[in-house]
């Protein structure tokens, strides 16, 4: 089964609160935050206040994407602002292995995500230690971009390692998913998909959901 993660980035941020509410109604499975600090990516969005403002809006898992340098110091503000999963860049820490066991020891899901450069092997050597690899389908940053091709390829070979090596991690894409790129994901072999745009544009965003889970 696909689950599907909603980015509240591309939710109207003067209601916040009002968005995350329907997402439940929607059929969403989780909620994607996007943390950006204005240093690992070109963007400033939110911090743990406004997760933490959030999480009594919402009953679904907070599925939280740090795009930020030094993510090792926002592991315990993103814990004590209701985080359940927490996934890091590989381009921004030096010491992964050591930081997915430290969001585990706080009682949350983690992963590592990987920009479209970032060749896929990276994430090999620690994907026991990952309840979730989350592939970037655009450079991180903003919403609305096109999906990179190449990042199937990495889906593909992503699946067919874990598959090899009977490891039950999710695959996230994130970035550029709609209604033909969401198919794509899954026949490479993606379990969730991150959806911006596609949902919070839709004229029926339940019904957009519902097409790509497929
Ligand atoms: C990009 C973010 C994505 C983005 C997805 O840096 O990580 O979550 O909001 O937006 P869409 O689905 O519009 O590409
Ligand atoms: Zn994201």
């Given at each position: 089964m696909i689950k599907i993660a909603p980015s509240m980035l591309?939710?109207?941020f003067a209601s916040m609160g009002d968005s995350l509410e329907r997402l439940s109604a929607w059929g969403a499975d989780m909620v994607h935050l996007d943390i950006m600090d204005g240093n690992f990516v070109p963007n400033i969005t939110f911090g743990p206040g406004m997760c933490k403002a959030l999480r009594p809006k919402c009953s679904l898992p907070f599925d939280v994407h740090l795009m930020?340098?030094?993510?090792?110091?926002?592991?315990?503000?993103f814990k004590d602002a209701g985080a359940d999963i927490i996934t890091f860049h590989v381009e921004a820490e030096r010491h992964i292995h050591r930081l997915l066991q430290?969001?585990?020891s706080l009682g949350m899901k983690a992963?590592?995500?990987l920009n479209p450069a970032t060749p896929v092997s990276t994430c090999f050597h620690v994907a026991e230690n990952c309840d979730m690899i989350l592939l970037m389908?655009?450079?991180?940053?903003?919403?609305?971009?096109?999906?990179?091709?190449?990042?199937?390829?990495?889906?593909?070979?992503?699946?067919s390692f874990l598959d090899g090596r009977g490891l039950?991690?999710?695959i996230e894409v994130d970035g550029g998913i709609n209604r033909e790129t969401a198919r794509l994901c899954r026949e490479a072999g993606a379990s969730v998909l991150v959806a911006g745009n596609a949902v919070f544009t839709?004229?029926?965003?339940?019904?957009?959901?519902?097409?790509?889970?497929?």
């Open positions: 591309s939710a109207d930020v340098d030094h993510p090792q110091d926002w592991i315990q503000p430290h969001i585990h992963g590592v995500v389908g655009v450079n991180p940053g903003f919403g609305g971009q096109s999906f990179i091709p190449e990042t199937l390829n990495k889906i593909a070979t992503l699946r039950n991690v999710d839709a004229q029926d965003p339940a019904a957009m959901i519902g097409e790509l889970r497929g």
